[in-house]
C-alpha cells in the first residue's frame, strides 16, 4: 500500500517538456511579417529621375498684336502720326545728345525754375501780408505714388515676357524647327551686315519709317503685291530645287568617288 502512494505510475508522471525553454516574449498567434529584399535593379529604377513634360508657355505679347496693328495700318492717323513723331524725335534727340546730359539739364531747368518761383511767391506774399502758404502744398500733401496693384500686374506680364522670350530664344538656338532657326540666322546675318554700315539708331529709325508705311502701301496694292509675290517664290522655289538637285549630284559623286578609291587602296593593300 505504501510502495503505490509513494511511487504514481509511469503513465501518469508528469515529463519536463522542452519549451519551457523556448522565450516566452514572442506571440505565437501574431504572424511574422517577412520582409523580401528588393533586386537592385528595381532599386535603380526606382531612384531614377522622371523626366518633366514641358509646358509651353502663352504668348503675352499677344494683347499688343491688334494694337500695334492699328498704328501701322493708319487706322487713327492722329494716333499713329503722334507715335511716330514721337519715336523719330526721341531718336534723333538721343542721336544729337547724351541721355544723362539731357537728364541732368532738364532737372537742373526744373527745379530752378520751381525754386525762383517758389522764393517769389513767398516774397510777394509777404510784401502784401497774404497767408504764407506753399503754393505746392496740396501735392506735397499727397506724393503721387504708384499702385501696388498697377505695379504688380506689370510685373507679372514683364516675367511672363521675359520667360516666353527665353523659351523660344531656346527653341531657335538648339534647332528645335530648321526652317525656323535658317530663318533667324539669315536675318541675323542681314542686321549683322546693315550694322556694319549704319549705326543702330539709324537702323531703328528706317525700320519705324519701314514699319509705318509699308503695311498701309501694302493694304492700298495688295493685289499687285500678292501677285508679284506669287511669281518670286515660285521662281524661287525653282532655283532652290534646282541647287538642291545639284548639290545632292555633287555630294553623290563625290561620295562615290571616295568609295571607289577606299576600294583600289584596299585591293592594292592585299595584292
Not at 499688343?64 to 492699328?70: F, G, M
Not at 496693384?149 to 538656338?173: L, S
Not at 548639290?247 to 571616295?258: H, L, P, R, V, W
Request: a neutral charge; proline letters at 6%.
Amino acid at each position: 500500500m505504501a510502495d503505490i502512494i509513494s511511487d504514481p505510475p509511469m503513465d501518469t508522471r508528469e515529463i519536463p517538456s522542452q519549451e519551457i525553454n523556448e522565450p516566452t516574449d514572442v506571440n505565437p498567434v501574431e504572424p511574422v511579417e517577412i520582409v523580401e529584399p528588393v533586386p537592385a535593379i528595381k532599386q535603380q529604377s526606382i531612384d531614377l529621375p522622371q523626366s518633366r513634360k514641358r509646358t509651353e508657355l502663352k504668348n503675352p505679347f499677344g494683347t499688343l498684336t491688334p494694337v500695334a496693328y492699328r498704328l501701322v495700318i493708319w487706322e487713327k492717323p492722329v494716333n499713329s502720326g503722334i507715335v511716330l513723331g514721337g519715336s523719330l524725335a526721341f531718336l534723333i534727340f538721343t542721336s544729337l545728345f547724351s541721355a544723362f546730359n539731357a537728364i541732368c539739364a532738364a532737372a537742373v531747368f526744373i527745379i530752378g525754375a520751381n525754386t525762383a518761383y517758389v522764393f517769389a511767391l513767398k516774397q510777394y506774399k509777404t510784401v502784401f501780408k497774404q497767408e504764407d502758404a506753399h503754393p505746392y502744398a496740396k501735392y506735397l500733401d499727397n506724393p503721387p505714388q504708384l499702385l501696388r496693384t498697377f505695379v504688380d500686374r506689370y510685373y507679372d506680364v514683364g516675367v511672363d515676357g521675359i520667360n516666353y522670350t527665353a523659351q523660344e530664344g531656346t527653341k531657335i538656338v538648339l534647332v528645335e524647327d530648321t526652317s525656323r532657326s535658317l530663318k533667324y540666322v539669315l536675318g541675323c546675318f542681314v542686321l549683322w551686315t546693315l550694322g556694319s554700315w549704319f549705326s543702330f539708331v539709324t537702323l531703328l529709325g528706317i525700320a519705324l519709317v519701314l514699319g509705318f508705311t509699308l503695311p498701309i502701301a501694302y493694304q492700298k496694292n495688295k493685289v499687285v503685291v500678292d501677285a508679284k509675290y506669287a511669281v518670286a517664290a515660285a521662281a524661287a522655289r525653282t532655283y532652290t530645287d534646282q541647287g538642291l538637285e545639284l548639290a545632292k549630284k555633287y555630294t553623290g559623286d563625290i561620295f562615290a568617288k571616295g568609295k571607289n578609291m577606299a576600294k583600289g587602296e584596299a585591293e592594292k593593300k592585299k595584292e
